[in-house]
């Protein structure tokens, strides 16, 4: 029996209406449910009649964290659309690999996105653009007051698609992972018992809501328990401290990379900061360093350390704070609704103590990628187990760690940055032989690239015009900060490129 995806806005209006629901903070617009319900309403209307949105299409957005992507995403549930976020951080000519393997019906954007998305549509057909204002004038505040009509909402089930987040993949191209309606309820549902939600809960979503970070951790969590969510544009160190110890908007809830609490700790005034009345920080994204924790535990703030991905939901383990000193490197245990082992390379269980791949499985792991479906398989063993490409390891106490990638993947700032994607643009410079790109680490990003390059004979080929073409054809978090022209690349006796004797220091 399929069960009904239930409108979590809906229900809210009905039955708390004057409970605040989002607080935008560049506009200073503020929504109850009842508000927010009416206006999601409004966009509903504006997408079937204005923009021509129909039951399976997809809705693309590209905006700076705003009030409005929140209202968009409700409004493709009401119309049977599927949500899709794009990173606004990526080059276009990575926007136009999304659009054409989506192929979005509309694509809703903020202004400050206008010349970008003017060579965007130069690149794909895109049967509708609208711009976004964060509540100023725009095609989408004007197509919500010219709004009309009858709302005919058909009825979704759990495990329908709901979203469709694009991330890289060891392709060298980005997968959208498919992201259910069951999805989302177990995240919600897993979130709430693990760090307290509840209506009084006030969230800051800071993390661009693009990113699984940003929308579901705990943004999405927040609206099903019926909480606020306090929307911030862009991170700032600064700010985001002051908002953290306002006692007046009395932030209980939050989810960053370390970057951002390393960069929060060197601001002045932090290590007198008082946040008592703060529920939960939480660090995911990436190993916080352990010194991080330690720091901010000398303020009475235990951040609790998270592991996930946009296929899982993203939430899988989590440490409770309680723990967070003592387990300190730890992403915790797996939550209540999913499964997860550590393999070896032939899925044989790898023994307490050892590095093997982590696998996971439950209602709130991804049933694959959009218009992947002949390879969907490949991604999960035989017992339905998702192959997340971490390494991990698990203690006696059954506490898991994240102590590298399986794979070649490392992660900046926040963001995953798989090499072959950049050495594959690295080698669309004609005079490259061979090149290979390794994460190194980075006190501020926490990893950045660096690219190792062998030339053709009298190539002219210098460090400068690599970084250039790959700031022309990738988004900056994925440009490598140094490269390094070099004789030969270490080989074995396949010709496979040894990456792990490449310098790193």
Aim: glycine share 10%.
């Amino acid at each position: 029996m399929k069960i009904v995806a239930e409108d979590w806005l809906a229900y809210h209006a009905e039955f708390t209406p004057m409970q605040e629901a989002m607080h935008d903070l560049n506009s200073d617009r503020h929504f109850t449910y009842a508000e927010m319900h009416d206006r999601v309403n409004k966009v509903t209307l504006y997408l079937r009649h204005g923009l021509k949105v129909g039951d399976g299409d997809r809705v693309a957005v590209v905006a700076n964290n705003d009030s409005d992507v929140f209202e968009i995403q409700f409004a493709c549930r009401r119309i049977g659309a599927i949500f899709l976020p794009i990173n606004w951080r990526l080059a276009v000519p990575e926007w136009e690999y999304i659009c054409k393997d989506a192929s979005p019906t509309a694509l809703m954007y903020g202004l400050e996105f206008v010349d970008e998305v003017a060579q965007l549509s130069k690149l794909c057909d895109i049967p509708a653009l609208a711009t976004l204002n964060n509540g100023g004038s725009s095609d989408y505040e004007n197509g919500i007051a010219a709004a009309s009509g009858e709302l005919d909402t058909p009825v979704r089930y759990l495990d329908d698609i709901g979203t469709i987040m694009y991330t890289s993949g060891t392709t060298g191209r980005p997968k959208g992972a498919m992201i259910t309606y069951a999805m989302g309820l177990f995240n919600a549902v897993q979130s709430t018992a693990m760090v307290d939600l509840t209506h009084q809960s006030k969230n800051i979503v800071f993390l661009p809501t693009f990113h699984t970070g940003g929308l579901n951790v705990y943004a999405n969590p927040i609206f099903h328990s019926g909480g606020c969510n306090v929307i911030m544009r862009v991170f700032d160190p600064a700010y985001f401290l002051e908002l953290l110890t306002d006692k007046v908007l009395c932030i209980t809830h939050a989810l960053g990379v370390p970057t951002n609490f390393l960069m929060m700790a060197q601001e002045p005034g932090f290590k007198d900061a008082d946040m008592s009345h703060i529920v939960c920080i939480s660090v995911g994204g990436a190993a916080a360093p352990a010194a991080l924790i330690e720091e901010y535990g000398k303020i009475g703030i235990n951040l609790q350390q998270m592991w996930g991905m946009t296929e899982t939901g993203p939430l899988g383990l989590a440490l409770t704070g309680d723990k967070a000193l003592e387990k300190n490197g730890s992403s915790g245990k797996p939550m209540m609704h999913v499964q997860m082992k550590i393999c070896e390379e032939d899925g044989s269980p790898t023994p307490i103590g050892e590095v093997g791949e982590l696998m996971i499985k439950g209602p709130s792991v991804t049933p694959g990628y959009w218009n992947r479906e002949a390879e969907n398989h490949t991604f999960f063993d035989d017992e339905g187990y998702f192959h997340t490409g971490d390494a991990a390891r698990m203690d006696e106490d059954g506490y898991y760690y994240i102590v590298d990638r399986w794979k070649d993947m490392f992660i900046s700032g926040g963001e995953n940055v798989y090499p072959v994607e950049v050495e594959n643009v690295i080698y669309q410079l004609g005079g490259v032989l061979e090149n290979a790109v390794i994460g190194i680490p980075d006190d501020k990003w926490g990893e950045v690239g660096r690219a190792f390059v062998v030339t053709k004979p009298g190539s002219n080929i210098d460090e400068g015009a690599v970084i250039d073409h790959c700031k022309s054809q990738l988004a900056t978090f994925k440009v490598p900060k140094q490269v390094r022209m070099i004789e030969e690349l270490p080989h074995n006796a396949t010709g496979k490129i040894l990456k792990h004797q490449l310098p790193r220091e």
